[in-house]
């Protein structure tokens, strides 16, 4: 593998600053440091800092052993089938630690059994380094001189503001097709570009993506969603031949008519623009822009034939797609009412034996109305209808339903996710 050289950038020479990052994670830092140990804070966390950006998670990677790491922090919790990885846990917030590792030797996506050649897959910083994706992910910030460590050339990068591959991006998306994801979705995220060579392979790859296992799958759609990246990450998607491979039927369906690519593209702005920035919108409204071109066109279809339409219509959509991407029953249940429910919202009220009531109490009717309110933000709905419901809606709040397990999670917590490595261990 062809390794760049070392390039050390000292304080004067970068903008990371203790003073921007989270204290929580300055004072693991700072403990591992003081007990004798290499200290970084590494991955998105250095990233996001010398963007400017305020990071969403901190990660550090140290030589400290996970055993050790449990011995110096009380609030640590090993995890991962083999505790290779260290939580540390500040209320709700969590400092992800882990040990210096290299890439590990055997290939997990084979099939059955697998055993480490080595138990020991703990590495030196170095590997450390060139077993992350991509460049930019890859830099060190030292907390023993607050020098920022290079060993991939990704600070040349970040300031070319390019999204390029540690090693041979062949191997590297083969090795782990989520890769490709990552690097629709940071470009989405930051604005970046795709170094050519990255590039090529991506799109050479992109029938690869599937082969990821689905729950990674659904992770990552989920995430294109945050920092309000939808309507990017889908313009790469489109152009990277990805979009194709996860979402062939809406793939189709917009290539066929022109008028539905930019309604699709109305609805993803709209998503964006509501909403928390930061976080992912819920998966209900998620799939609810991704199907709702498709349930218009096939409801009519089904009406014209004299079939009834609505639910049975979300139904046949979700087929293919919830073992793809295996999205949970729950989220397929309630997207049918959810789709089903938007033609009740332009419907008068009193009309066809329709109860106003009923159907305000109806589990989904929030996320139904939130949905319909990104149609309209799209062009797609009537403000003023979407104004008489929120009337409604404040004059007699629906009931409160008991609290629902949700996906999203509050500030500081992170969901389960990381590299193929990680896999076998979470
Ligand atoms: P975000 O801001 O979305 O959290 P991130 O870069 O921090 O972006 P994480 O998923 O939190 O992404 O991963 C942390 C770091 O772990 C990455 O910066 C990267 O160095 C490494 N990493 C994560 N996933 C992979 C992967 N699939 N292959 C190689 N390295 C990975
Ligand atoms: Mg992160």
Known sequence: MKRTKLVVYSRDQHQVSRDDMDPDAVRVLYRLHKNGHIAYLVGGGVRDLL??????????????????????????????????????????????????????????????EFFHKHDNTFGTPEEDAHRRDFTINALFYNIADFSVIDYVGGLKDLQKRTIRCIGNPDIRFKEDPIRMLRAIRFAARMDFNIEPRTWRSLRRNAAEVITAAPPRLLEELYRFFGYSAGSASFAWLKRSLVMGVLFPELTAFIKARRGRAAEFEALLKAIDEGGDPYAPPKAELIFAVLLYGMFEVRCAEHIERGDHAGHEVVRELLEPLMPRLRIPRRIGDRLVHILDAQRRFDEQPGERRFSRERFMAQETFVDALDFYAIRTAAGQGDPATLEDWREWVKKDPPPEHAPRPTRRRRSGQRRRRGPRNDEAEE
């Open 51 to 112: 963007l400017d950006r305020k990071p969403k998670d901190y990660d550090i990677s140290t030589d400290a052993h996970p055993n050790r790491i449990k011995k110096l922090f009380r609030n640590a919790f090993l995890i991962g089938r083999r505790f290779r990885l260290a939580h540390i846990k500040f209320g709700e917030k969590i400092i992800e630690t882990s040990t210096f590792r290299r890439e590990p030797e055997v290939d997990k996506r084979a099939k059955g």
